[in-house]
């Protein structure tokens, strides 16, 4: 993965931080190089009150924005959340250098997601940034599969549903009645509109929204809830509901069948992770993936993007280490689950009491 700098890093902290990312990314066999146009991966360093966003041309490119708090930091999530939406970037790091040693500041990271965990001071320099590393590595390893390739070709004895699509109306209710299902983030109220229709081309997504659910159709297909849509009110084909026919690995693209003469909405970024779990277990009916923890439970190791073939690899490989791949329950860290079942009415009975809202971050 080739790796650069942009942005203010004439200020010491903000060099002491590149310096340090420099060094430990290159140990770990990633490339420097000057033009951020080139880079797969790029640190954007920007002021507190102007955080400019690094424009990417591709998809593929992950960004993480850098900044140093000038002020107290008491609310990470309110403070550094629009930061990070603003600055248009897949991982947000915020520099605490008050009241520590200027060259080992407290850090906090926030994920899109809106994920959020902290590298203590107390660690020394190369610990420190060999931390920050474990942080950003599934970054620079992850490939983006967030394409969609739309095909009227749904059968019109589906176009408004069938005996499954209604299971995805309960399930949404009964996390959103488990408080499971906060409102998709107002990104629109952050953003200017020239900088979210950035965004939309970059994720392809409608908001930001928390959560998704499957169900099978078939041996080949399966429904599967939309991206930025409210999760307790799925209703509608091709608007709320969706269904998935395959992958593209040549395109590294979802397939999708749509009603003719419809404009759909894309399908959730997770779609990937589902397509390889069916596959690979015919027995699995369902999954449901919520931003939530359970005690106990098995989960992946390296913090991968949404929306990454990696995340999928990740998460299909703990299911298939489950003693029944059919009903199993595994983590994504610092992130949520993923519940596989026999249908998603099934699921809910199974685990809902069971879930804890607050996910560990490590």
Sequence with gaps: MLFSFTGAESDDLYRWFADGMRDVLVRNGHEHVGDAEQAGLVFNFFAQDRPR???????????????????????????????????????????????TDSAQPDTHMLTLEQGHYTVSSDHDGSAYFDHVYRR???????????????EPDLEEALWHGDDITPSFYRAGQAMDALNLLPAPFPIREILPARDFRHVQRLYNIGGLSYGN?????????????????????????????????????EKNAIRLSVPPNVEPRRVSVDAIEHWMIYREHPDVDAIL???????????????????????????????????????????????????TGRSLDEIVERVGGRLLAQVPMS
Excluded at 53 to 68: S, T
Excluded at 89 to 95: A, D, I, T
Excluded at 299 to 308: L, Y
């Design 53 to 99: 966003p690094f424009r990417r041309r591709a998809q593929a490119v992950f960004v993480v924005g850098v900044c140093a708090a000038e002020g107290p930091f008491e609310e990470p999530i309110r403070g550094g959340y629009p930061l990070l939406v603003r600055s248009l970037s897949n991982l947000m790091v915020v520099l605490l250098p008050d009241g």
């Design 136 to 150: 950003v590595a599934p970054l620079a390893t992850s490939r983006l599969v967030i394409d969609n390739i739309f």
């Design 213 to 249: 659910m499957s169900a099978r159709k078939d041996a080949q297909r399966y429904w599967m809830s939309a991206s930025g849509v409210d999760k307790s009110n799925l209703r509608e084909v091709g608007r709320d509901i969706l269904m998935v026919k395959g992958y593209d690995e």
């Design 289 to 339: 993936h919520v931003h939530a923890w359970m005690d106990g439970i098995e989960s992946t190791e390296m913090n991968f993007p949404c929306g990454t073939y990696e995340m999928g690899v990740a998460v299909a490989d703990l299911v298939r280490q489950a003693p029944d791949p059919s009903c199993a329950v595994v983590g994504q860290k610092n992130h949520g689950l993923t519940i």
